[in-house]
């Protein structure tokens, strides 16, 4: 079956210091690829997505992912996280089977800042 | 209204009792669809509609239904409550095949 992993349940990270969070999934095809931002208390917002083409995708609020089939691994990143950046973020796949589209959910990653 | 409306924000319920959360979009995206979000489970599918009256099961519709009636419309149906649904919802809509989906604020549901 179709699956997204996401390692990491949580991720402490200083100010400053640069971000990458794991995604992997499992699907036979070139899957559609997104990464979600989620507030406290708030709902989803997406961060970016990756269709097709250039592998490596630029996203709001300074996120860049990059695909890797070989790998199949579409792991998020930033250079310098901000302490407004403390939320959960989730990987999603996006595949369509027999006409219905469906989004595949990681568990997510909590992104914890110290100061 | 501006993207996805979900209410109540929060409710307290009674086990055994009958709930119905809203949600209402006016981007109008063809598909719709409710979650449930529990800690470390991430997001769940609880049922889809791909086009107004049409709607589908996804991955736990166990105890709850939908009716897509139009457009804008997506109601969920919690026929009678038990603790264990207990979580936060989410409706999210989606324009076309293949593209993102946008989400509603979540509405936080307590069964005791």
């Known amino acids: 079956a179709q699956s997204v992993t996401q390692p990491d349940i949580h991720i402490t990270v200083s100010e400053g210091a640069s971000l990458e969070l794991r995604c992997n999934y499992s699907?036979?095809?070139?899957?559609?690829l997104f990464w979600y931002v989620q507030s406290p208390g708030q709902g989803l917002q997406l961060l970016l997505k990756?269709?097709?083409?250039d592998t490596l995708v630029q996203g709001i609020k300074g996120f860049e992912a990059e695909f890797k089939r070989s790998q199949s691994s579409f792991n998020l990143r930033k250079p310098s996280v901000h302490w407004s950046d403390a939320a959960e973020y989730f990987c999603a796949v996006g595949r369509t089977i027999d006409s219905n589209y469906q989004l595949i959910w990681g568990a997510g990653t909590k992104l914890i800042i110290k100061p | 209204i501006a993207g996805i409306t979900q209410a109540p924000t929060s409710q307290i319920l009674a086990a055994g009792r009958r709930m119905t959360l809203r949600c209402t979009q006016d981007m109008r995206h063809n598909a719709m669809y409710w979650y449930r979000q529990d800690l470390g489970l991430g997001l769940r599918l609880i049922h889809y509609?791909?086009?107004?009256?049409?709607?589908g099961k996804g991955e736990v519709p166990d105890g709850y239904s939908v009716s897509r009636a139009n457009t804008d419309d997506f109601p969920l149906t919690l026929a009678s409550a038990v603790p264990s649904q207990t979580s936060v919802y989410f409706c999210a809509s989606r324009k076309g095949l293949n593209t993102e989906a946008f989400f509603g604020q979540g509405t936080r549901l307590t069964v005791v």
């Open positions: 509609s791909n086009t107004a009256g049409t709607t």
């Open positions: 699907y036979g095809a070139t899957p559609y």
């Open positions: 990756y269709f097709s083409g």
